[in-house]
């Protein structure tokens, strides 16, 4: 099993950043890949970022973050982390950490709130 703690949302104005960090814990040997999702009142939940182990920690971005964010793993603290610069209100939503296993187990975080003011 693994455990997935977000932390870093909160509030800020357009043209601004946040980091989101995602701490990962208990059978982290499983993880092969990670990555960021997220939810807006009344949409759907989906894709920001990913890490993908099994390629060779290739990215994956949402076009409409794409030259904004960027997702990194510091693998001896078992993080993954979300830079998101130049914020727009669109961005508001609730972004979920999402931890992918061997055998196509999959964890997700508690979420933690982003909101964009503009």
């Known amino acids: 099993q693994v455990q997935l703690v977000e932390s870093g949302g909160g509030l800020v104005q357009a043209g601004g950043s946040l980091r989101l960090s995602c701490a990962a814990s208990?059978?982290?040997?499983?993880?092969?890949?990670m990555g960021w999702y997220r939810q807006a009142p009344g949409k759907q939940r989906e894709l920001v970022a990913n890490?993908?182990?099994?390629?060779?920690?290739?990215?994956n971005y949402a076009d409409s973050v794409k030259g904004r964010f960027t997702i990194s793993r510091d693998n001896a603290k078992n993080t993954v982390v979300l830079q998101m610069n130049s914020l727009k209100p669109e961005d508001t939503a609730v972004y979920y950490c999402n931890a992918i296993g061997k055998g196509g187990s999959s964890w997700w975080g508690q979420g933690t709130q982003v909101t964009v003011s503009s």
């Open positions: 208990g059978s982290i040997f499983s993880i092969i890949d």
């Open positions: 890490l993908l182990r099994g390629s060779g920690d290739s990215t």
